[in-house]
């Protein structure tokens, strides 16, 4: 049973417009939502977080956007670069527990000039 | 700083043949853990370990072993290869709850497996 839900599975944006990549989750426990950034032949690394006792976090061009009644929260790349294509995977953990993340199924993301 | 060093970075297999994807982490993480990357299905958790001496499974752990003598070493073991086990693995560690820098992962560079 997947817990995080991610869409779009892939992502064409042109150079300067705004990505957005969705995700959805069912345990109310997590209490932790970081977004992870992968270059190809790389492995993820973190790029931004959340916790769920705000509603946004911005850092430079990349901005979360958190909705706890919905269960959902977002990214959002402003400007989007050609530099910015690669994959993201959203997840989320439980701090309480064991740090295991889940992870979602990750979105392609390409930056066309 | 190396961070999480994987080795190798590509291995080709045949059916039935063992293998094992080091894991060498130089961040002092109690941390530990393996993940295997497939089209579509993102990142799954293998096995996992909080410390020496304890390791527990994740979400796919059928077909794979490890086990955890130092802090450093994680090391994941195939045990008779299968082509469904054709993927990049990556290592991650990080530290335990409670500290600073503790639920982000840093991960290897991944490990290319192909099971002919």
């Known amino acids: 049973q997947q817990q995080v839900k991610q869409s779009p599975q892939s992502l064409i944006v042109q150079k300067g417009g705004i990505s957005i990549i969705n995700c959805a989750y069912e345990?109310?426990?997590?209490?932790?939502f970081p977004w992870y950034q992968q270059f190809p032949g790389k492995g993820p690394a973190l790029l931004i977080a959340?916790?769920?006792?705000?509603s946004e976090k911005k850092e430079g061009r990349f901005t979360i956007s958190f909705n706890k009644s919905a269960k959902q929260f977002s990214l959002h790349i402003m400007d989007s670069q050609p530099g910015d294509s690669a994959t993201y995977f959203c997840?989320?953990?439980?701090?309480?527990?064991?740090?295991?993340?889940?992870f979602g199924t990750g979105t392609r993301l390409q930056v066309t000039l | 700083n190396a961070g999480v060093t994987q080795t190798p970075k590509f291995q080709v297999l045949k059916t039935g043949q063992s293998m094992t994807l080091q894991c060498a982490q130089d961040m002092n993480h109690e941390y530990m853990s393996w993940y295997r990357q497939d089209p579509g299905m993102g990142l799954r958790l293998i096995h996992y370990?909080?410390?020496?001496?304890?390791?527990d499974q994740g979400e796919v752990p059928n077909g794979y072993n490890v086990s955890r003598s130092t802090t450093e070493d994680f090391p994941l073991r195939l045990l008779s290869a299968a082509p469904s086990q054709t993927s990049v693995y990556f290592c991650?560690?990080?530290?335990?709850?409670?500290?600073?820098?503790?639920?982000?992962?840093?991960f290897g560079a991944g490990s290319r497996l192909t099971v002919l």
């Open positions: 959340i916790r769920p006792d705000v």
């Open positions: 345990n109310t426990a997590f209490d932790y």
């Open positions: 370990s909080v410390g020496a001496g304890i390791t």
């Open positions: 997840a989320a953990i439980n701090t309480g527990t064991a740090s295991k993340l889940t």
């Open positions: 991650a560690s990080s530290y335990l709850r409670g500290r600073s820098g503790a639920n982000v992962l840093t």
